[in-house]
Each structure stands twice: as C-alpha cells, then as structure tokens.
Nanobody, 124 residues
Framework: QVQLIESGGGLVQAGGSLRLSCAAS????????MGWFRQAPGKEREFLAA????????AYADSVKGRFTISRVNAKKTVYLQMNSLKPEDTAVYYC?????????????????WGQGTQVTVSS
C-alpha cells in the first residue's frame, strides 16, 4: 500500500512561489498516475494537476494553468507541484494522490491513496 507525505507548504506573499513535494513509500510508485488537489474551508476538494506514470503527459485545471507545473521523478518516488504567481485565492490545504492506473485522472474518485495534506497560505 502506497503512503504519501506532502511537504513544502507555508506562508507566502501574493506573487510569490512555492514548490510542494509528495514522497511515496511502500508499494509501487512508477506505474501510477499522480495528481494534486486542494481544499479550502467550506469548499469541495478541487482538482489542480495530474501527470501520467511516465511523466510525459499532464493536465491542469483552468484556475492554475500557466502558473502551476506538475512533475515527477520516479527514481525518487516523488511528485512535485511548482506554484508561481500565487494569489490569495490559492490559500488551501494541498493534497497529492495516487491514481487507480497509469493515466491522467481529474476526479477524486479515480484516486485511491491520499496524503495528509500541507497548508498553503497566500497573503495579500
């Protein structure tokens, strides 16, 4: 069973950048697609970005396209989310997740393992 641990969250001013990391342990990492989601207080969990098993295909939500970049290093069993030009509305708890297969997925129902989340707060 894959376990996921996110890191890299914190407090940043609007316009700044953060890079989130998600390290996997146990199970097999390299054959699965991975995704990043976020959840703000009182809101549903929102899809942000996904990457396929090989890392050559990605997808993004419109709200982050052009600002966020997802990547992975299978040898390190780690997936990243580079976040630039951050806005106060990006404030949320950010989660990484393991897909049911090796493709790209955008629904929470297509992921079967989740990290505990890392808080990102963007001040205006």
């Amino acid at each position: 069973q894959v376990q996921l641990i996110e890191s890299g969250g914190g407090l940043v001013q609007a316009g700044g950048s953060l890079r989130l990391s998600c390290a996997a342990s146990g199970g097999t990492f390299s054959v699965y697609g991975m995704g990043w989601f976020r959840q703000a207080p009182g809101k549903e969990r929102e899809f942000l970005a996904a990457i396929n098993w090989y890392g050559d295909n990605t997808a993004y939500a419109d709200s982050v396209k052009g600002r966020f970049t997802i990547s992975r290093v299978n040898a390190k069993k780690t997936v990243y989310l580079q976040m630039n030009s951050l806005k106060p509305e990006d404030t949320a708890v950010y989660y990484c997740a393991k897909g049911l297969g090796g493709d790209i997925y955008q629904s929470t129902h297509q992921y079967d393992a989740w990290g505990q989340g890392t808080q990102v707060t963007v001040s205006s």
